[in-house]
C-alpha cells in the first residue's frame, strides 16, 4: 500500500535534495484534513534542504486537502498541479512554490526525470547509427 502522508513526511526532514533547485526558498504549509481535525505540517525549503515541523504558523503557500489526497501523493498516485485541476486540493499563496511539491513527494513508480530521458536518448543515438543514417550517409 506505501506510506501514509504523515510517515512520508516524518522521514523528509534528512539531508540535503539535489532534485531541489539551489536558488528556491520558501515556506509551505500542508493542511492535512481528517475526520473533522486538520494536521498541520510546515516546511521550509532553503539550500536544496527540506525542514519538516508541526506548526499552523502562517506561509508562503497553504496546501489544503484531505488526508487521503496527501497519502496518495506520499504514494505517487497523484500530482500535485492534477490535484488542483480536479480541486481535490486548495492552495493560497505563493503558486510558484506549488511545483516545489512535485518534487518534494514522489512520482509514479517507474517514473524518470526528463533531463534522465534525454541523456538516455542521446546516449543511445551516439552508440547506434540506425539503417537510415546509413544509407544516408552512403547517398553522401
Known amino acids: 500500500m506505501g506510506a501514509t502522508a504523515e510517515q512520508y513526511l516524518r522521514q523528509l526532514d534528512t539531508g540535503r535534495?539535489?532534485?531541489?533547485?539551489?536558488?528556491?526558498?520558501?515556506?509551505?504549509?500542508?493542511?492535512?484534513?481528517?475526520?473533522?481535525?486538520t494536521n498541520h505540517w510546515y516546511l521550509t525549503i532553503a539550500d536544496q534542504q527540506v525542514r519538516v515541523t508541526r506548526s499552523a504558523d502562517d506561509a508562503e503557500l497553504v496546501v489544503r486537502a484531505?488526508?487521503?489526497v496527501f497519502d496518495r501523493m506520499a504514494r505517487g498516485g497523484l500530482h500535485p498541479g492534477a490535484g488542483l485541476l480536479r480541486n481535490e486540493l486548495t492552495v493560497q499563496g505563493n503558486m510558484q512554490l506549488l511545483m516545489?511539491?512535485?518534487?518534494?513527494?514522489?512520482g509514479p513508480?517507474?517514473?524518470?526525470?526528463?533531463?534522465?530521458?534525454?541523456?538516455?536518448?542521446?546516449?543511445?543515438?551516439a552508440g547506434h547509427a540506425g539503417p537510415?543514417?546509413?544509407?544516408?550517409?552512403?547517398?553522401s
Do not use: M, N, Q, W
Not at 535534495?17 to 481535525?37: M, N, W
Not at 513508480?109 to 543515438?125: F, K, M, S, V, Y
Not at 537510415?132 to 547517398?139: G, M, N, P, S, V
Open 17 to 37: 535534495r539535489p532534485d531541489l533547485p539551489e536558488t528556491t526558498a520558501g515556506t509551505l504549509r500542508l493542511d492535512v484534513r481528517d475526520d473533522g481535525s
Open 66 to 68: 484531505d488526508r487521503a
Open 100 to 106: 516545489l511539491l512535485r518534487r518534494i513527494f514522489p
Open 109 to 125: 513508480d517507474g517514473a524518470r526525470h526528463p533531463h534522465e530521458l534525454g541523456r538516455a536518448a542521446l546516449a543511445g543515438r
Open 132 to 139: 537510415e543514417t546509413t544509407a544516408r550517409d552512403e547517398r
